[in-house]
């Protein structure tokens, strides 16, 4: 028997139950506080697109609704008011995270910028547990630890194209008929991403230098002058929304099959996305920044902050663990 196929047999044994008969999957919240869990991971979703390294998918197995998160998407329309019911505080959430993340964190990352990404870097490690509690037990095979390290070089490739290849910031303005067709698929890639644990959309964005300018973009005055960056706007929710419902359906479709497999590239990625929080454009600015002074203040705050981030996100994946024995 192939390596693929006991692979398989293992993991439908550990979904039964769960995503081996889709209709089985409960989407229902049954109380309050597991609707306010949705929101919180809402929440995340909606911050990952401002933080650099902040990847709400990965709250999301940490709350043991990544399988939902994908399989709700996924069939929202063939499911809608199922689906829509789970969906629904997770959006809420994503809303307030997004402007929670563009009024209040972006500003604090411009004052206290270096301390900021220790905290968010610090709460990723010590949730890092909850992913690999996926693969905890399995047998680890050469395949497996090659896609665990591919994963872990992915983020920090598009980190290192993003600071060296020279891509400067782009123009909103002017734009040709290709730029909307590069929006459509920038929207879709990002979409990718909000779906697999350890990618970044902010890293993304900053790769193809539209994340400061698209930042720059919202504000009143900007929209009076450029009403044309609305067409922008649609051409990447257009994207965005056909990568969600096709991505999840394919991460779906890989979980169901290849679980074990599919969860040591993630582990790899989720890795490299926290070392990468301290490798990008806008992280690599403030080193330029530092006088020996500023270093060493930023650092011994940083390291401590960093600190109080695990052991904040790692409470937390204990606190889950202790609910599933029970």
Not at 292 to 307: C, E, H, K, Q, S
Request: charged share 15%; with cysteine; glycine share 8%.
């Amino acid at each position: 028997m192939s390596e693929d196929k006991k692979e398989n047999e293992n993991e439908q044994k550990v979904v039964e139950g769960k995503v081996e008969n889709e209709n089985e999957i409960d989407l229902k919240y049954k109380d309050k506080k597991e609707a306010v869990k949705g929101g919180l991971l809402g929440f995340f979703i909606g911050l990952a697109v401002i933080v650099p390294g902040v990847s709400g998918s990965a709250v999301a197995i940490i709350f043991k609704m990544y399988e939902k998160l994908l399989y709700s998407i996924g069939n929202l329309f063939k499911k809608f008011k199922k689906c829509f019911g789970f969906l629904f505080p997770i959006l809420i959430g994503a809303v307030i995270g997004i402007v929670a993340g563009f009024f209040g964190v972006r500003a604090l990352l411009n004052v206290i910028p270096f301390i900021i990404i220790c905290f968010f870097a610090g709460l990723m490690l010590g949730a890092y547990p909850a992913v690999t509690d996926q693969i905890k037990g399995t047998k680890k095979s050469a395949k497996h630890i090659i896609l665990f390290i591919i994963g872990l070089i992915i983020p920090l490739i598009i980190s290192a194209f993003s600071i060296y290849g020279n891509v400067a910031e782009r123009l909103l303005t002017n734009l040709k008929f290709y730029h909307y067709i590069l929006f459509v698929i920038i929207g879709f890639l990002i979409a990718l991403i909000q779906l697999v644990p350890g990618l970044s959309a902010t890293a993304l964005l900053m790769a193809f230098g539209y994340f400061t300018p698209l930042m720059n973009s919202v504000s009143l005055t900007y929209f009076r002058e450029n009403p044309s960056i609305f067409l922008v706007y649609l051409c990447l929710i257009v994207g965005f929304v056909i990568g969600l419902i096709s991505s999840s359906k394919g991460l779906s479709f890989l979980l169901k099959k290849y679980k074990t497999t599919t969860f040591y590239i993630i582990a790899g990625l989720s890795l490299g996305s926290i070392i990468s929080m301290f490798f990008n454009p806008e992280v690599m600015a403030i080193y330029t920044t530092w006088t020996t002074a500023n270093m060493i203040r930023d650092l011994i705050i940083g390291v401590i902050i960093f600190a109080v981030g695990i052991a904040l996100a790692y409470w937390f994946v204990k606190f889950e663990r202790k609910k599933d024995i029970n």
